[in-house]
């Protein structure tokens, strides 16, 4: 096989109180790359057709980090062309950056028949994430790739756990942070009281996820001492937004992965609603962000062609 072409699903990682541990992946957004092997030891973007503001630069792009390093470890004389065929909104917390260096693992393991397990590929993705701006950290990449809800449950090595999801319906509003990324203003350490609070809505993620309680799974998400505080204030009224979403249905709401996009869980029934309490939330703070309906997805990385 010369080439491949892949679909990864955008992840909403921590899934609130899961801070780099928990992801789940999405029916959509999703990404598709065309990966194609060249003669040149060198690793190479085609952007033409490409809505969002990638950089060619492989140090700088995710994908180019991920298999850069990926080269690095493996005896090759090819080089790779890579090209973006649907992306997911870049900076906005969706997971595109780990979509996409997950994506670029998966397609030159399978190209290269390099048969590298799946958590030597979400390690070796993980270091892609560096590149927007992040230190590596695997939820996002664990997430694309196997689909489903992950849990990263080691880092020294990879290793992860991953579960069948429901369909839960989800309402985001995306938006993009201002910032490259906010990580470095997350607390160091944490007072005790709110450590055990968040292992108790860690285990009631998983507990619902187990359950497939979507109403459970709302609260469970609802709440979380990490990133939420930190990732929030660059959200104009963030308490009034998610006060309105929980009025209109919505179990629970949170930021997605590293911001600025909000997400709820709400029954099936309920989308619509949530949907245009969002609309209206943010409009209220003057904001008018894409709302997109989707749903948790037990679909990882896909294979769409072989060449
Ligand atoms: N766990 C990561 C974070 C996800 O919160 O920074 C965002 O990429």
């Known amino acids: 096989m010369k080439a491949i072409t892949v679909r990864a699903p955008s992840t909403i990682a921590n899934l609130g109180p899961g801070f780099d541990i928990f992801a789940l992946a999405l029916e959509h957004p999703y990404i598709e790359l065309r990966m194609e092997l060249t003669g040149t030891k060198s690793i190479a973007f085609n952007l033409d057709g490409c809505r969002e503001d990638i950089p060619d630069d492989p140090e700088k792009n995710c994908a180019g980090l991920a298999l850069m390093g990926m080269f690095s470890k493996i005896n090759s004389n090819t080089g790779v ?13 969706l997971g595109s950056s780990g979509a996409c260096a997950s994506a670029s693992v998966y397609g030159l393991n399978r190209l290269l028949e390099l048969d590298l397990s799946h958590n030597q590929m979400i390690e070796i993705a993980s270091q892609g994430e560096i590149a927007s701006g992040s230190v590596a950290h695997a939820d996002n990449v664990a997430g694309a790739m196997l689909g489903g809800f992950v849990i990263v449950k080691s880092y020294h090595p990879v290793d992860v756990v991953r579960m069948d999801v429901l369909a839960v319906p989800i309402v985001i509003g995306v938006m993009r942070k201002t910032q490259r990324t906010t990580r470095s203003f997350i ?31 709302g609260r469970a998400i609802n709440k979380d001492h990490i990133s939420e505080p930190v990732r929030s204030q660059s959200i104009p009224g963030y308490a009034d937004i998610k006060r309105r979403l929980l009025d209109s249905g919505a179990y629970g709401c949170n930021v997605s992965g590293g911001g600025r996009s909000v997400f709820a869980i709400c029954d099936e ?19 008018d962000p894409e709302i997109i309906i989707t749903r948790a997805s037990n679909e990882g990385i896909t294979e769409i062609a072989g060449e």
Do not use: W, Y
């Not at 062309?81 to 917390?93: D, F």
């Open 269 to 287: 029934g309920r989308t619509q609603d949530v949907a245009a309490a969002m609309q209206e939330a943010f409009n209220h703070e003057h904001i």
């Open 187 to 217: 607390p160091k350490s944490m007072d005790l009281a709110l450590v055990k609070e968040q292992l108790a809505q860690c285990a009631l993620v998983v507990h619902a996820i187990m359950k497939g309680d979507i109403e459970e799974l």
């Open 81 to 93: 062309l890579i090209e973006p065929k649907k992306t997911i909104r870049v900076g906005a917390g």
